[in-house]
């Protein structure tokens, strides 16, 4: 690579040099082997010796591949180019020149390169080129003696992340000139590309803010993209059914933690359920016991129910941990059988039915509002995180040290994902009326608020209807719950906020459960 003008290359050398020396490597940045000269008369060349690329330029590779590229493809060259500027930033460097030609590909992966505007954070000023405009900060178009640091580059990230969406170089059809800055500043965006996963065009929408404070770091990109990626990964590789092989990709990729099976121990049947059978065992390197759903004859049982036990697995894997869902510890395989095993939190209370059945008579009203509010509390984490739950009955539902969890996601699913196996896991006793009367109904936040109604109910009684030491106000929510028509239903964040009028919630054993998570990543998995 041979760089003019000279200032530029010596800009250049400096940052490659410092990389080695603060032991910075990685497989996305362009390996910088040393320094030649090229004598031409009276014209000195300083001339970089690095690492080839045999694929170019990342703007010039979308051009030749892009018709070829699924989305798993672009997502691993997101994931990929994301990482490497996530290195630079945990080492207080930031690129602040970040387009499609400063980015090779060599075999398939992305290979960071060009740091002629890079320098130790905070050190450089408004000293930026302006002829790849659509990838600078516009905060610095409004701003004299603008300093560019690590969001200006998630800037340029969001704006790649579109780029590697769409295959085209961004506002291609406009001329790169004052009239686009202004507008770019005023808000001007790209248009998001149909077929695009909503939760990757919401992150480089976050990504394209305009204030620097608002966008995301670069970790929670990193982590978002990962999440993302792990979703495709079931939608994109498993179009006829193709779990196991998810498994084994999930596995490889380290997206889902392995668990030795000579680490389950005094393994005991519980039940068996849709997707085979569920047992306890000890888990040895805790000590803890642990529930496990074996994936019973993976060659040859049904599709959709392999479809079901690989989208537990994915809700789980993009789910925050909550106090109010079982823990998804991660993945186990038998090795005389070859069968799967899913890990998960063990609940010394049972199934919330069976708990009703032999303490009814012993609890108070308050054991009663505490058992409701905790259930809409973790509801309400799912609906946080657009996961419309699908089957929630007291089944489904756990007790563990006196306290709710939520379980079994099988045919849960993002509101933006199209239906999965239903089968015959739900309960029909719960289950929204109107998916009763036409199979066509769209399953919507709502259907969820009617099933809690029910359980409301089931809480409040026991077995029989309306019992006489229900309150008035309880009586008329759990009812309002039940409403025919989807619309009328209040949302889980009113439930929670009528629970709280009587006074439902307000110890500490009821204590909601709050979203620690960032309020961008959240954002990200609609």
Known sequence: MTFSPYYRSIMMMQLFAKLPERDIVHENISHFYGITKKENGTLNQMILVMEYADSGTLDSYLNEHFNELKWNDKFQLAIQLASAILCLHENDISHNNMHANNILVHRKSVKLTNFGLSKELGSIG???IFEMLPYIDPKSFDLDNYKFGKKSDVYSIGM????????CSPFCTQKYNGTLAFAILNGQRETIVKNTPIGYSNLYNECWKLEPDERPDMQQV??????LKSSNNFQENNPNGNAIEWIKNALNNKEVKFIPFNELMSSKLLSRGGFGFIMTATWTRTGNPVVYKRLTYPNSV???ILNAFINELKIHLQLDYSDRIIRCFGISQDITTGEYLH???YADGGDLQHYLENNFNRLTWEDKE?????IADGLNHLHNKNVLYGDL?????VIHENNVKIMDFGISKFQNQSSIYIGNFGNIAYLEPNRILDSKFIYTKSSDIYSFGILMWEISSGFPPFKDSITKEYEELYKNCW???PEQRPTINKVLEEFAKMGFGINDKNKLIEDNSQTTSSLYLL
Do not use: C, P, Y
């Open 370 to 374: 505490r058992l409701a509010f905790q």
């Open 343 to 345: 890990i998960m939190q």
């Open 483 to 485: 409403n025919i028509k």
């Open 393 to 397: 009955h007291s089944k489904n539902i």
């Open 126 to 128: 408004a000293e930026q």
């Open 302 to 304: 049904k599709v959709d």
């Open 222 to 227: 990193v982590s978002v993209l990962t999440k």
């Open 160 to 167: 790649l992340l579109w780029q590697i969406s769409s295959g």
